[in-house]
């Protein structure tokens, strides 16, 4: 079973940046369309942004222009930059297949605030 690490949230400011990790345990990682995803305290899971195995993106449209998501398969690792932060997108942040095959991870907070 593939293990999933996410990593990189933490507390910024409106406006800042921050750049998420995904680590994945095994190779078949590559495979496999990935996606990150994030639950805000109250709401549904949801997914923000996925990249295929050969790396086309997709992004929801609350994101699109502000986050990217790249992929390295030699290192079995997903990245997401995010990019001019809002309050709005405090949550926590999960990496997965887009069909969320894999066990969830713990997943990385992510806080914006002022």
């Known amino acids: 079973q593939v293990q999933l690490v996410e990593s990189g949230g933490g507390l910024v400011q409106p406006g800042g940046s921050l750049r998420l990790s995904c680590l994945a345990s095994?190779?078949?990682?590559?495979?496999?369309?990935m996606a990150w995803y994030r639950q805000a305290p109250g709401k549904q899971r949801e997914l923000v942004a996925s990249?295929?195995?050969?790396?086309?993106?997709n992004y929801r449209d609350s994101v699109k222009g502000r986050f990217t998501i790249s992929r390295d398969n030699a290192k079995n690792t997903m990245y997401m930059q995010m990019n001019s932060l809002k309050p709005e997108d405090t949550a926590g942040y999960y990496c997965?297949?887009?069909?969320?095959?894999?066990?969830w991870g713990q997943g990385t907070q992510v806080t914006v605030s002022s």
């Open positions: 997965n297949t887009a069909a969320g095959r894999f066990s």
């Open positions: 990249i295929t195995s050969g790396g086309t993106t």
């Open positions: 095994g190779s078949i990682f590559r495979l496999y369309t």
